[in-house]
């Protein structure tokens, strides 16, 4: 059974520290790893990971695959208030089928 | 703008009855998908459709029924049989195929009265 194990399951910082959420995977036929961001509503896509050691940064956001330890992290620098959210880590393999999530990381960011 | 538009935002199910959660994307997308949601967990694959009049059930389809007749729909019914129906419900799409990202919908919050 495919499985995606995120760490920690929440995590409380302050304003303009740096963070790092973890996500594991096994998955049968792993095609590309998906880091989403949840306030209160839709998910929004953050990025989408398909080779090892090439990481993708967007702002103060960046994220890497290592496809053969099968993990990926998700970096936040100098964190805002605004970056308080749900952070979902999903797995696709195996053919057409959706994506394997995690459970999530909340993260709370204190003034 | 295009976007995914689930209906309606809070629902409200009486025991015994069946309800029916609209999703509707104008991205031109030809894979869509359902989740469930519950607190404190990932999101659950309920039924997925890469294709019109094609779908395929995911990890929790008992209790659930969609259909797919046209590209811009996939409405998603929750029998009587779903015994515990109280959750987030969220409607994705995607391009198609496993490189693509899928992109989500602002969900529909359904209750047991």
């Known amino acids: 059974e495919d499985k995606v194990v995120q760490s920690p399951l929440s995590l409380v910082v302050h304003e303009g520290d740096t963070v790092t959420l973890n996500c594991s995977y096994e998955?049968?036929?792993?095609?590309?790893l998906l880091w989403y961001k949840q306030e209160k509503k839709a998910p929004t896509f953050l990025f989408m990971l398909t080779s090892s050691g090439i990481e993708k940064k967007s702002g103060r956001l960046s994220s890497i695959l290592d496809k053969k330890e099968l993990f990926s992290i998700l970096n936040i620098t100098a964190t805002q208030t605004g970056d308080s959210a749900i952070y979902l880590c999903?797995?696709?393999?195996?053919?057409?089928?959706?994506?394997?999530f995690g459970k999530g990381t909340h993260l709370i960011i204190q003034p | 703008d295009g976007g995914i538009t689930q209906s309606p935002k809070y629902l409200f199910r009486k025991e015994g009855q069946n309800v029916t959660l609209s999703c509707e994307q104008n991205l031109n997308h030809d894979a869509m998908y359902w989740y469930r949601q519950d607190p404190g967990q990932g999101l659950r694959l309920i039924y997925y459709?890469?294709?019109?009049?094609?779908?395929q059930k995911g990890d929790i389809a008992e209790g659930y029924s969609v259909s797919r007749e046209k590209k811009e729909s996939f409405p998603l019914t929750v029998t009587s049989a779903q015994k515990n129906p109280t959750a987030f419900y969220l409607c994705a799409s995607s391009i198609g195929g496993n490189y693509q990202p899928q992109h989500f919908g602002d969900g529909t919050r359904l209750s047991i009265l």
């Open positions: 998955v049968t036929n792993f095609r590309s």
């Open positions: 459709s890469q294709i019109v009049n094609d779908f």
């Open positions: 999903a797995a696709s393999g195996g053919g057409a089928d959706g994506l394997t």
